[in-house]
Structure formats: structure tokens, C-alpha cells
DNA sequence: TGACGTCAAGATCCG
DNA sequence: CGGATCTTGACGTCA
């Protein structure tokens, strides 16, 4: 059982993507972003690599216009010294890759260039999955399309696609159900005559069941089958409605209770669960904290090295009790510990809070800092105070004087970054 | 024709 | 200047 998050990081320095608009993508930018794009990635894979994290989604946005005739850099022969190394990494850490073409990749599309292109695009993903020297458990995940008022010769359609797709790209290809045309039902159906393995996404599934009714272990159990020798374990998409929002909309972060009880539920299944959640990272590690067969409490202390200074602003009271919590070293209260910084992070902000954090924080610096920033600070500080600004220019300067002092444990921190 | 979803670039305004 | 808050870009389907 492995649990992983999708692309971004939230609160890792330097794993940012950048990317640029099409009429800029000169051979030159092209270069540089994919250079900095790659350096990411080993940044994200490094951090996956040290926090128990051993399933993640490579984004496709990785490579600018990778399957555009607008990029014709060799980038593969480029970079392939930092492909190998970062494949290596994603080896050693017994990590597992995945990539995932956006709802824009459309393989069953009535129209010939968009379904050509879609080709390119998957073409493009098993580039870079190879370059990385990945096995074929290393998964592109792909949603049929669209249904075109005919959902019966649209799934034909996807099934001619697939069976004309070069080997590279469907060993690795699998379906995934969506949340308005193709049901689990009908994916499973495809999977049939295509012989894809299934991705069940929960979510979709909530939103656009189909077919014969049945819980989500029940379908999940259906989908095993179609996952061979060569395809790794199983894998699904976990995700929670957010409150609020749209239906389907992703929650800003998994809530604990909700995901045990589907974990539960799904229990002696071995799977892979990819985690579609705006915190990324972070619900990967609660999730994963509160699965963890090492039941050691410094699990959960490390993790609260990056949140305390954050939660310390947002609700005084939670930080005190999160302490007393952790205080017993035999015990392991991952939930409990969780849904505290759950509930914490609901609360509004408080600038007496603010302040009282910005001082703790600053406690780092008081005896290293020169006389220009313990003014510049306390200038800020008060700025703060009095109500005429946010607590972001004071956090501004508290990160770069972590930066300067070289503080590693602050700069994990995520007072910093939400 | 605009909504949908996503995230970064780019533009603009404020103090 | 930094910070906050838009708008645009890039993609295809569907109402």
C-alpha cells in the first residue's frame, strides 16, 4: 500500500514548475524551463523520497508544449544525465510514478487532428517516462472523452485508438472513469475489449455512478482484475468533496475521519491510493502517518515541526493541546493529532495571533540579526500590530532572514507557505 | 459563446 | 519597491 499526491508541492522550497506563454517558447526559454522544471522534480522526488512518500504524479506541465510542435528540443538528450539520476532516485526510494493527461487529451474525439495530437500527447508522456528509465508499472492515467450523443461508438472509437497506439504508450495507458460520461461501468466495459487496467476514482464515481449500484470496495474489487502482471498494484483516486463547492470540486485537504473509514472499508485490498487534494504533500503524509504500521511517535513530531508555527497563529489554544498531546512517547494518536490541525486551520485569522507567532518565530533570530533588520523587523512588526498590513510582509522577512541564517528546520516550516 | 478546471504568467492598482 | 488582486493563456466538450 502505497499513498501519494499529484504533482505540486505545497511548502517544499524550490519544487516550484514554471512555464511560459506560446508565443515566448523560443529554443533558448524553452531550455532553461525545462532545466528548472527539472531540478524540481529531483527536489519533489528527494522530499518524497526522505518523508515515506512512494507514489507520485509527475505533471505533464513538466515539459512546456511537450507534445507541441511549438517545442522541438531534444530535451531527452538534453538533460539525459538528470533523467538518469532522477530515474535512479525514483528507483532507490522504491518509488512509484505516474503521469496524467489533462481532460484537453481527448483519444476518441470524432475530430481527426484533436485525436491525432491526443496521440502525440500520450506519446509525449511515455517519452518522459522512459527517459526516466521507469518500468511500465510507472502508469499514464487517461479518461476515455467525450461521449458525443453516442456513448456506445464513442467507447468504440477509444477502443480503435487504443489498439493503434505504439507499444510504448500502452503498456503504460490506463482508464479512468469521469464524472460526466464514462461511468466506472463503462470503463470496466472498455477495459474489456481494450484490456486497460481501471482506475476507480471515487469522486467521479459519487458524481456520475452509472450502471448497477455498488459501494466503493465493491467496484474497487471489480477493477483488480484488470490489473496484470506487469502493471504494478492496483491503483485508485481518492478525493473528498469540498464543502461548499461545486460538486466534484476537490477539498482543500483530506479529511482524516472520512479517509479512515473509507480505508476501512477497503481493507485487504492492496492498492495504490493517489490522493487528489489541493494540500498535495501534506494529506499525503497525514494519510500516511495514520496507515503507518511503525506506529513511532516521531512520525508525527516531525510533522509537527512544520505545522506548530502555523497552527500557533491560527488557534493558540489547539498548538497547546497538540503539545500536551504529544507528550506521551509510547502512544501514537495520529488521528487525534490530525483532526486538532484540522479544526485549527478553520479558524479566522486573529492579529493578536499573528503578532504572537511573528514574535515566536523571530525568537530564532534576536541574537544573530543585525541592527538594520531588528529594525526593519519591529518596524514591520508594529505595522502589523496596528492593524495596516497582513502578516505576509512580516513572514516575508522572517523567511528571507531563514534563508540568510541558514535556519533548515524554519524553512520547512509552513507558517511560510499557506 | 461561455462554462468548466488548473496553475502560472502577465497586467494593474495600491501604499 | 512589494503585495494584493485581477485577467489571460492553453486545452476540448457541451449546453
Known amino acids: 500500500m502505497s499513498i501519494g499526491y499529484a504533482c505540486l508541492s505545497v511548502g517544499v522550497p524550490e519544487t516550484g514548475f514554471k512555464t511560459c506563454t506560446q508565443k515566448n517558447a523560443d529554443r533558448d526559454r524553452l531550455r532553461s524551463l525545462i532545466a528548472h522544471n527539472l531540478t524540481s522534480l529531483e527536489n519533489l522526488i528527494d522530499y518524497n523520497a526522505e518523508n515515506n512518500i512512494r507514489l507520485f504524479r509527475i505533471s505533464s506541465d513538466i515539459i512546456p508544449f511537450g507534445s507541441s510542435p511549438v517545442n522541438q528540443l531534444a530535451w531527452q538528450d538534453l538533460f539525459g544525465e538528470d533523467f538518469t539520476r532522477i530515474g535512479e532516485k525514483i528507483r532507490t526510494a522504491g518509488m512509484r510514478v505516474s503521469m496524467h493527461p489533462g481532460q484537453y487529451t481527448v483519444l476518441n474525439s470524432p475530430d481527426e487532428d484533436i485525436s491525432r495530437r491526443a496521440v502525440l500527447d500520450l506519446e509525449f508522456h511515455a517519452r518522459f517516462l522512459d527517459?526516466?528509465?521507469?518500468?511500465?508499472?510507472?502508469?499514464?492515467?487517461?479518461?476515455?472523452?467525450?461521449?458525443?450523443?453516442?456513448?456506445q461508438e464513442a467507447a468504440r472509437r477509444f477502443a480503435g485508438m487504443y489498439a493503434g497506439l505504439d507499444s510504448a504508450v500502452r503498456q503504460r495507458l490506463v482508464i479512468e472513469n469521469d464524472e460526466k460520461s464514462f461511468s466506472i461501468r463503462d470503463v470496466l466495459d472498455i477495459s474489456g475489449e481494450t484490456g486497460a487496467p481501471v482506475v476507480f476514482d471515487n469522486l467521479h464515481h459519487a458524481v456520475n455512478p452509472g450502471g448497477t449500484p455498488g459501494s466503493d470496495s465493491g467496484w474497487i474489487r471489480a477493477c483488480a482484475g484488470t490489473w496484470g502482471t506487469g502493471d504494478g498494484r492496483q491503483k485508485i483516486h481518492y478525493s473528498q468533496q469540498a464543502p461548499g463547492k461545486k460538486t466534484g470540486a476537490h477539498s482543500d485537504s483530506i479529511r482524516i475521519d472520512d479517509f479512515l473509514t473509507f480505508y476501512q472499508s477497503i481493507h485487504g485490498e492492496e492498492l495504490d491510493i493517489m490522493l487528489e487534494v489541493k494540500d498535495k504533500n501534506l494529506s499525503a503524509v497525514k494519510c500516511i502517518n495514520c496507515t503507518a504500521d511503525a506506529r513511532q511517535i516521531n512520525l508525527l513530531e516531525r510533522d509537527w515541526g512544520r505545522y506548530k508555527y502555523l497552527i500557533l497563529e491560527q488557534a493558540p489554544a489547539v498548538y497547546r493541546e497538540i503539545r500536551e498531546l504529544l507528550k506521551n512517547r509510547a502512544a501514537y494518536p495520529a488521528a487525534a493529532f490530525y483532526r486538532l490541525i484540522e479544526y485549527a486551520l478553520t479558524a479566522e485569522a486573529d492579529r493578536g495571533n499573528s503578532v504572537n507567532a511573528a514574535e515566536h518565530v523571530w525568537g530564532y533570530f534576536k541574537?544573530?540579526?543585525?541592527?538594520?533588520?531588528?529594525?526593519?523587523?519591529?518596524?514591520?512588526?508594529?505595522?502589523?500590530?496596528?492593524?495596516?498590513?497582513?502578516?505576509?510582509?512580516?513572514?516575508?522577512?522572517?523567511?528571507?532572514?531563514?534563508?540568510?541564517?541558514r535556519q533548515k528546520y524554519l524553512l520547512a516550516s509552513l507558517y511560510f507557505y499557506i
Open 131 to 151: 527517459a526516466l528509465h521507469t518500468g511500465p508499472e510507472n502508469k499514464i492515467v487517461l479518461h476515455i472523452g467525450g461521449a458525443y450523443g453516442n456513448k
Open 367 to 405: 541574537n544573530t540579526a543585525d541592527e538594520r533588520e531588528k529594525k526593519q523587523f519591529f518596524r514591520c512588526l508594529e505595522k502589523l500590530e496596528a492593524g495596516e498590513t497582513s502578516s505576509a510582509p512580516c513572514k516575508h522577512m522572517l523567511l528571507h532572514l531563514a534563508q540568510k541564517y
